[in-house]
Nanobody
Framework: QVQLVESGGGLVQPGGSLRLSCAAS????????MDWYRQAPGKQRELVAT???????NYADSVKGRFTISRDNAKNTVYLQMNSLKPEDTAVYYC?????????WGQGTQVTVSS
């Protein structure tokens, strides 16, 4: 059974930092591309960051220079380090694993940026 379990969300003040984790089980983690998405209330889910099996990364323009995606294949975990958080970063954050046409989603973790 495949599971992706996100953690690390919470309430943070503007300018603060959070580190999200997504622990995978039931898949051969190191052959999957891993993504972080987010969905704010009333908005479509959007791609935030991607890391390939070789470690190449890509980011949405809105988070470039503030967010960093990384992976630890030994721990079957992908991370999203979020710095200089803004109120507009408030959303539910989801991780997704991708292998060709096969993909799995986590259940999401809430991030709220507010003073």
């Amino acid at each position: 059974q495949v599971q992706l379990v996100e953690s690390g969300g919470g309430l943070v003040q503007p300018g603060g930092s959070l580190r999200l984790s997504c622990a995978a089980s039931g898949i051969i983690f190191n052959i999957y591309r891993m993504d972080w998405y987010r969905q704010a209330p009333g908005k479509q889910r959007e791609l935030v960051a991607t890391i390939t099996t070789s470690g190449s990364t890509n980011y949405a323009d809105s988070v470039k220079g503030r967010f960093t995606i990384s992976r630890d294949n030994a721990k079957n975990t992908v991370y999203l380090q979020m710095n200089s958080l803004k109120p507009e970063d408030t959303a539910v954050y989801y991780c997704k694993s991708n292998l060709l046409s096969t993909y799995y989603w986590g259940q999401g973790t809430q991030v709220t940026v507010s003073s």
